[in-house]
Each structure stands twice: as structure tokens, then as C-alpha cells.
């Protein structure tokens, strides 16, 4: 119905309890009007209580839908995907159905989704933060599921109270190109707030990774007036030898602390983890199907957009940024050099 229809429904039942008004008889007054009086007195009620909008015929508003699910079954089903932050909607069914509640896996979805859970990633991310600024103690179901979904979680008993206070680097291949060969990304990554460096080259040697060092990672946090005290590598032979070692000896000549993870782990560190992890899945796997490359150059072209974007424009979620892109985290303790002109 219009708004122009419904005016003038609302004029129409005005001009019925006018008519009966001036009859002086309700009865006789429904009788010609074709209405009944129990109509007729809700319609008096109506237009006393909200005037001429109390007489438009608008659909009433339910409190609370025949359909709606009771809260009470709503904040068990919450509650059980806190405790099992990777079962899926028919997962969660199935277990409420076992507990005597009968919801079906689109309902469940639905709910989650209202109440931003929707996705594995969100109800992931939305543990940590209860964790975190709350307290809440997980369960070692939970803990696991974390450290896998974020690598970063996994890091959060060792604090670096700022960036440059401990980087971590490390070398993983990062794609074959035909006619070039195996490609091996040369990372360093601030363990404070995950800003990232990245050099693709043919080989995996130390020159490679000291380059990296030399050429953009330690000018970015003179630029910014911070110091670099540690920085965190496996045993790889690229990063570890004599004194005379490429890496080794970079290390010493900056005054920087070489820290090493013990041989028997097979990981390094969950911030560099996670920013492997993410370059591959969002820049090599998604350009290389997009476009032919020919040459490194061309690849570690397209890489360093992606890779400004990840650290000033890609909010990172959960632990530690919460939200924040990396340059953030860096700006907060910037103190920029003036060059001299």
C-alpha cells in the first residue's frame, strides 16, 4: 500500500467516527457503515492515542518472532563455538542436536553470522581477543587451533616492547620461473608489529640475505630514528658460520645481537611464518596465474606493491596488530633523521 492509499484509508475511518459522532448512535452507525462495533472501538482507541497515523492500516510489529530462536539456546550454541572455534555450522548442529536442540545447520549459520562468527577465521579471531582483554583461559583444543591459524599467537610469551627490538629473518623458495629457475624469498620481519622486508633472488646464500639487511632494512629504521637490537635466525647455513661468515660478519659490523632458535625446532618464528604464509597465498599463488613472468626483476616488481600494501594499507588481524597495518606500529615510536641538505 502507498503512502498516498494509506492517508487515505486513515481519512476514510476519521470520517466513520465522525459520522457515528454526529448519528449519536455507535450501533446504528456500524449497521450503515458496514463495520462492527468491536472495529469501531479500536478504531476510537486508535485515533485518540495517535491521532490520524493511529487510523493507517500498518502492519503490527511483533516483539518477538513465532520463529525466533529462544535466547537461551542461542548463547549455548555461542558458547559451543567458543569451545570448538573450528566446527563448522553442520558440526555445530549436530552436536546441539545431540543435547536434545533441534537447529538446523542453516539456522546456526545464520545466527553466527548476526552475530559476526560467521566465518572460521572470525569466531578464531574473536577467541584471541577474549583471551587477550579478558583473560579467558583456553583449553589446550583451543590453543592449538590458534597457533595454527596465526602463527604470530604462538609468540605472545616472548614480548619485543618495540619495533627494531628483535627482528626475525628467513629464506623459503618462493616459486620457479621457466627459464630462470627456483626463486628463494629473503625475509625479515619485526617481530613488535609485523612490518616485512622481501628479496626474491636465484640463490639461497648469505650475500643474498645480507643484502636485504643492508640495502633496505636498515636504512628503513634509521630513517626513523629506531635502532636494530636482535635479530632471530634458524641454524640455515645461509645465516650461520665463522666470523668471516657474509651474514655473520654484517651482523657484528652493525652492533646487532645474531640470536638463533635451538637446532631441534623446526620453525622459526611465528611473525616471519605468517608473512610467508601470506605472500604466498596472496601474491605468488594469485600473480602467477594472472600473468607470464620472464625475469626476477619483473617479479620482485609486482612484489614490492604488494608488499607497500601489506604493510600500509592491509589491516592485520588478531594478535599482535589487532587490527592495525604494520607502519602503524612503526610510526607510534618514529623519530625521523633529518638529512642534512
Given at each position: ?45 486508535r ?19 513465532p520463529?525466533?530462536?529462544p ?27 545431540q ?13 553466527l ?5 560467521g566465518t ?13 582483554e ?51 624469498l ?6 613488535y ?33 629506531l ?7 634458524d641454524n ?24 638463533r ?39 620482485q ?34 623519530n ?6
Open positions: 500500500m502507498t503512502a498516498t492509499s494509506e492517508r487515505k484509508l486513515a481519512e476514510n475511518r476519521m470520517k466513520m467516527l465522525q459520522f457515528a459522532e454526529t448519528l449519536g448512535n455507535v450501533t446504528e452507525a456500524c449497521r450503515k457503515l458496514g463495520i462492527s462495533r468491536t472495529q469501531f472501538y479500536e478504531y476510537k482507541k485515533f485518540e492515542q495517535h491521532g490520524l497515523d493511529g487510523l493507517r492500516d500498518l502492519p503490527p510489529i511483533h516483539k518477538t518472532h520463529q525466533t530462536t535466547p537461551a539456546v542461542v548463547e549455548q550454541l555461542l558458547q559451543l563455538s567458543v569451545e570448538h572455534p573450528s566446527w563448522g555450522c553442520q558440526k555445530l548442529s549436530a552436536k546441539l542436536k543435547l536434545g536442540i533441534s537447529l538446523s545447520a542453516v539456522t546456526v549459520q545464520d545466527i553470522t548476526k552475530k559476526g562468527l572460521r577465521s572470525e569466531r578464531l579471531y574473536a577467541l584471541e581477543r577474549r583471551h587477550l579478558e583473560g579467558f583461559e583456553l583449553n589446550a583444543e583451543q590453543i592449538k587451533v590458534l597457533e595454527k591459524h596465526n602463527p604470530v599467537f604462538r609468540e605472545r610469551h616472548i614480548e619485543s616492547s618495540r619495533p627494531g627490538e628483535l627482528l626475525s629473518a628467513d629464506t623459503t623458495l618462493a616459486c620457479r620461473l621457466q627459464g630462470v629457475g627456483k626463486i628463494t629473503h625475509t625479515v620481519v619485526d617481530t608489529g609485523s612490518y616485512a622486508f622481501g628479496l626474491l633472488h636465484t640463490s639461497k646464500q648469505p650475500e643474498a640475505s645480507a643484502f636485504l639487511l643492508d640495502e633496505y632494512v636498515v636504512p628503513f629504521y634509521r630513517q626513523h630514528g635502532t636494530i637490537d636482535a635479530l632471530l635466525t640455515g647455513r645461509e645465516f650461520c658460520g665463522t666470523d668471516t661468515h657474509p651474514y655473520e660478519l654484517y651482523l657484528e659490523l652493525q652492533s646487532i645481537q645474531h640470536r632458535t635451538p637446532i631441534a625446532s623446526p620453525k622459526t618464528n611465528g611473525f616471519v611464518e605468517r608473512f610467508i604464509r601470506t605472500a604466498k597465498e596472496e601474491f605468488f599463488e594469485i600473480a602467477l596465474k594472472r600473468k607470464i613472468y620472464t625475469s626476477i626483476d619483473e617479479l616488481a609486482d612484489f614490492d606493491v604488494w608488499l607497500a600494501q601489506y604493510n600500509t594499507e592491509r589491516p592485520h588481524l588478531g594478535y599482535r596488530n589487532m587490527g592495525a597495518c604494520p607502519i602503524h606500529t612503526v610510526q607510534r615510536f618514529s625521523p633523521v633529518r638529512l642534512e641538505g
